[in-house]
């Protein structure tokens, strides 16, 4: 007994000892230090790579740089490259054009890709296959899908020329042949942008949505049809509401991307025919690489920096209010 | 026997969706069937402009045209190099900067952790030029250690989201239960998350992955000389010069060589897809939910 006593006693400075860490000790074992270690090289590549170029591109739009004119150096010109923007018939026409593009894009890939998702989120045989077939456009490269659907759309030995001639000489005789060439139409040439953007935008949609219905839990469905809800209502009233913050991200993502894409348009049309694909991301390349005017290509670049920030902030408040609202 | 007795509903739905579907898919597949078609399809039937929609006469040709020239070997090869490393790397950064703000608490990791989604906001056409005249000035131009730190910095804002909302399912006292045996962080990270985190990892380096492989803009930009490019970049430059150059003699610039050589540079990537869309719905879950 007094053994042991006298023993404790002994142990507790030693005890204590061990618990007043170091400082080296502290700095290693602190988690707000580990975090931070964790964190760096992410942040780091982040500032880098994005953060500068943006402040330095949203800094020129306050100057006039022209490559070709470089003996007038880089000047503080304030708010004339934005003066000049308002009066610059281009860009109002490629603003038109983006906006357009954007909406009818994002719009048809979650409509098309709620319903191939609605029909493939129960397993059946070959699910498995079927959804993987669905995703490939998104492994196929740009500069590929570009290619191929050039060649869809061509005059000479596009698929679809191919098709409505297949058609027409059933309807009228063998020596039927249908020439158009859709791309260099400007009536069409946004509408087959539009298509390409679909069909290469689709499968990340398709996916998000995909992952978002197989984690919803199945008792509310359940309860609904119990309670005489429809496949409609089903849908409408309980997944619908369910998945907003997984549509929420989904439409963030594809916006952003959309308005900003830019090498899939100028692969397919340049922003021709007569500026009928023009969009803003083109406007930039033409300003800064092909006319070297760095200053006005960042005003540009600015205006579609502030625009997709407010839409993204707003986006991103209403997945807050939904957070809230639970 | 509850769960078959109040599906009438279902029951119809399941006759309509295959036939849609199956309409969806031929729609979906045309541009992808008619790509194969035309590789497959002798060069004479092409340029005679006497294609149809179902060719009788196939051959490898085109295939064998693409492969005897020694370019193209040389290209998947940079491309692997590339898409590799990215995916290692993107993986890495984002892995720890996920765990980061699932797990480990401090107030400047929730300040830091908010914009990373912001980044892709930034259009990068614009960004091509000052990272450009960055990386020359550090004396990196045509560089793959240049390309590989931009395409991960691209791709490293997205898997930090998804791999943070995927070790958010996790339970934390798999990681405790570590920590108590005597795991350091780091440890308990490596061994016990890691492995449990497998279809976000799987998912992250997808991503990562086919980033690399189809860009095009910046390696177009940051690499000069012929045997460092990619294959999407040695792509264009063939597209390019067979339809705007005069340089005819070269036996690749050719319609269904062109196809052969866009086919060869999807099929690894489209197998990949095929055998592992498992995983990538299951790690994009989490991340979907969470948001």
């Known amino acids: 007994m007094a053994e042991s006593s006298a023993g404790a006693a002994e142990t507790r400075p030693a005890f204590r000892a061990r618990?007043?860490?170091?400082?080296?000790?502290?700095?290693?074992?602190?988690?707000?230090?580990?975090?931070?270690?964790?964190?760096?090289?992410?942040?780091?590549?982040?500032?880098?790579?994005?953060?500068?170029?943006?402040?330095?591109?949203?800094?020129?739009?306050?100057?006039?740089?022209?490559?070709?004119?470089?003996?007038?150096?880089?000047?503080?010109?304030?708010?004339?490259?934005?003066?000049?923007?308002?009066d610059y018939?281009?860009?109002?026409?490629?603003?038109?054009n983006s906006v357009l593009l954007t909406v009818v894009t994002v719009f048809f890939e979650l409509a098309i890709a709620m319903v191939v998702a609605l029909m493939l989120a129960e397993p059946f045989r070959g699910v498995g296959i079927v959804r993987g077939l669905f995703i490939l456009p998104w492994a196929i490269p740009t500069i590929v899908t570009a290619f191929v659907w050039r060649g869809l759309f061509s005059p000479r030995y596009g698929l679809i020329n191919q098709v409505i001639s297949e058609v027409g000489r059933l309807v009228s005789g063998p020596s039927y042949q249908f020439q158009f060439d859709w791309l260099s139409n400007s009536a069409f040439a946004m509408l087959g942008v539009i298509i390409v953007y679909i069909w290469r935008g689709f499968p990340f949609v398709f996916l998000v949505l995909l992952a978002g219905l197989q984690s919803l839990p199945q008792e509310l469905s359940d309860a609904a049809r119990i309670d005489g809800a429809n496949g409609w209502k089903e849908f409408w009233y309980v997944t619908l509401p369910q998945l907003k913050p997984v549509i929420l991200i989904a439409v963030i993502l594809r916006t952003i991307t959309v308005f900003n894409w830019f090498d899939l348009v100028w692969l397919l049309t340049g922003g021709g025919p007569q500026n009928a694909t023009l969009v803003l991301p083109i406007l930039v390349y033409n300003r800064a690489f092909v006319a070297f005017q760095v200053g006005r290509a960042s005003v540009i670049t600015a205006v579609m920096f502030v625009i997709l920030a407010i839409l993204t902030y707003f986006f991103l408040s209403q997945q807050r209010d939904e957070e809230h609202a639970r | 026997m509850l769960a078959t007795t109040y599906r009438p509903v279902r029951f119809r739905w399941r006759y309509v969706r295959?036939?849609?579907?199956?309409?969806?898919?031929?729609?979906?597949?045309?541009?992808?069937?008619?790509?194969?078609?035309?590789?497959?399809?002798?060069?004479?039937?092409?340029?005679?402009?006497?294609?149809?929609?179902?060719?009788?006469?196939?051959?490898?040709?085109?295939?064998?045209?693409?492969?005897?020239?020694?370019?193209?070997?040389?290209?998947?090869?940079?491309?692997?190099?590339?898409?590799?490393?990215?995916?290692?790397?993107?993986?890495?950064?984002?892995?720890?900067?996920?765990?980061?703000?699932?797990?480990?608490?401090?107030?400047?990791?929730?300040?830091?952790?908010?914009?990373?989604?912001?980044?892709?906001?930034?259009?990068?056409?614009?960004?091509?030029?000052?990272?450009?005249?960055?990386?020359?000035?550090?004396?990196?131009?045509?560089?793959?250690?240049a390309i590989i730190i931009t395409y991960t910095s691209f791709a490293v804002p997205f898997c930090t989201w998804l791999l943070r909302a995927y070790f958010l399912t996790l339970p934390t006292e798999l990681e405790d239960a570590a920590l108590i045996d005597g795991c350091s962080r780091l440890g308990a990270l490596f061994r016990v998350i890691v492995p449990l985190a497998a279809p976000g990892m799987v998912t992250a380096g997808l991503f990562s992955f086919v980033l690399a492989w189809n860009e095009f803009l910046f390696a177009f930009v940051f690499v000069f000389s012929d045997d460092m490019r990619p294959l999407s970049v040695g792509l264009m430059a063939t597209i390019l010069e067979a339809v705007y150059g005069s340089s005819a003699d070269l036996s690749i610039f050719k319609v269904g060589a062109m196809f052969a050589l866009c086919v060869l540079a999807a099929i690894p990537v489209l197998l990949v897809f095929l055998f592992l869309q498992g995983w990538l719905v299951r790690g994009l879950a989490a991340g979907a939910v969470k948001g």
């Open chain 2, 18 to 145: 295959i036939p849609v579907a199956a309409v969806l898919m031929v729609l979906y597949f045309s541009p992808i069937y008619w790509m194969f078609k035309t590789a497959l399809q002798p060069e004479h039937e092409i340029s005679l402009n006497a294609m149809n929609l179902f060719t009788p006469s196939f051959t490898l040709e085109n295939f064998a045209r693409v492969l005897s020239e020694p370019r193209f070997f040389g290209w998947v090869k940079n491309s692997l190099i590339l898409a590799i490393a990215t995916m290692v790397v993107a993986v890495l950064v984002s892995t720890l900067a996920g765990y980061s703000l699932a797990r480990l608490r401090f107030w400047a990791v929730k300040f830091l952790g908010r914009p990373f989604l912001l980044a892709y906001i930034v259009p990068s056409v614009m960004i091509v030029v000052p990272v450009f005249v960055t990386f020359a000035g550090i004396g990196w131009q045509n560089t793959y250690h």
């Open chain 1, 19 to 86: 618990h007043t860490p170091s400082f080296w000790y502290r700095l290693t074992n602190s988690e707000a230090v580990l975090a931070l270690v964790c964190i760096a090289p992410a942040t780091l590549l982040l500032l880098f790579i994005l953060a500068y170029p943006v402040i330095q591109t949203l800094a020129f739009a306050f100057y006039s740089r022209d490559l070709l004119k470089a003996e007038l150096g880089t000047q503080f010109v304030g708010l004339a490259n934005f003066a000049w923007l308002l």
């Open chain 1, 89 to 96: 018939d281009r860009f109002w026409l490629a603003l038109q």
